[in-house]
């Protein structure tokens, strides 16, 4: 079993840098590749990012390469994603996901968090 619990998300201006935090409890934390959905009103969650247990791995959208960054700590039980650069449709609710075998499709994922919000005004 593992719980997952997301901080970090606020309102921000467009260009701005937010990092999201996701503390997971659980000793088998470190088993577990993470990900990163987010799910813009009225429409489908969708994968942002995901890092495979040993963290040498890490998988983006295309819309977010090269302003956002996965990564985690797994002395610390915790996965990141450090967002820069934010854009007005970077917002949404942002949720953190855990899954013995790396996905990108939500529904193969086991836990999820309660989410956090993301808002970047223009």
């Known amino acids: 079993q593992v719980q997952l619990v997301e901080s970090g998300g606020g309102l921000v201006q467009a260009g701005d840098s937010l990092r999201l935090s996701c503390a997971a409890s659980?000793?088998?934390?470190?088993?577990?590749?993470m990900a990163w959905f987010r799910q813009a009103p009225g429409k489908e969650r969708e994968f942002v990012a995901a890092i495979r247990w040993s963290g040498n791995s890490t998988y983006y959208t295309d819309s977010v390469k090269g302003r956002f960054t996965i990564s985690r700590d797994n002395a610390k039980n915790t996965v990141y994603l450090q967002m820069n650069s934010l854009k007005p449709e970077d917002t949404a609710v942002y949720y953190c996901?855990?899954?013995?075998?790396?996905?990108?499709?939500?529904?193969?994922?086991?836990?999820w968090g309660q989410g956090t919000q993301v808002t970047v005004s223009s």
């Open positions: 659980g000793r088998t934390f470190i088993t577990y590749a």
């Open positions: 996901a855990a899954k013995q075998r790396l996905s990108y499709v939500p529904h193969e994922y086991d836990y």
